[in-house]
């Protein structure tokens, strides 16, 4: 069974970066979609990013356009999310999903998700 698990989360200043990573076990990742939602506390989760199958489509939130990379290494089994010019409305519990598909920034019918990796962005 696929499973997923985040790291790379943290506290940093505003301005700051953070690389997060989504490694998956059980399975692997080169026949899914996978995408990172964020939540924050009374907030509804959004879509943040999703990568295609081959890395060759890449799909981001508004909120996060040319500051967010989001890329994967098949061979490694990991996708990663590079969040630079980190803003304090970025904080929240960031998970990845892998999906049939990308609707957007979403990824589609997801059928496996990691726990999450908590990123808090406070001056």
């Known amino acids: 069974q696929l499973q997923l698990v985040e790291s790379g989360g943290g506290s940093v200043q505003p301005g700051g970066s953070l690389r997060l990573s989504c490694a998956a076990s059980g399975g692997t990742l080169d026949t899914r979609a996978i995408g990172w939602f964020r939540q924050a506390p009374g907030k509804e989760r959004e879509g943040v990013s999703c990568?295609?199958?081959?890395?060759?489509?890449?799909s981001y939130a508004d909120s996060v356009k040319g500051r967010f990379t989001i890329s994967r290494d098949n061979a490694e089994n990991t996708v990663y999310l590079q969040m630079n010019s980190l803003k304090p409305e970025d904080t929240a519990t960031y998970s990845c999903?892998?999906?049939?598909?990308?609707?957007?920034?979403?990824?589609?019918?997801?059928?496996?998700w990691g726990q999450g990796t908590q990123v808090t962005v406070s001056s």
């Open positions: 990568i295609s199958r081959s890395g060759g489509s890449t």
């Open positions: 999903a892998a999906a049939a598909y990308c609707r957007g920034s979403v990824p589609a019918f997801p059928v496996a």
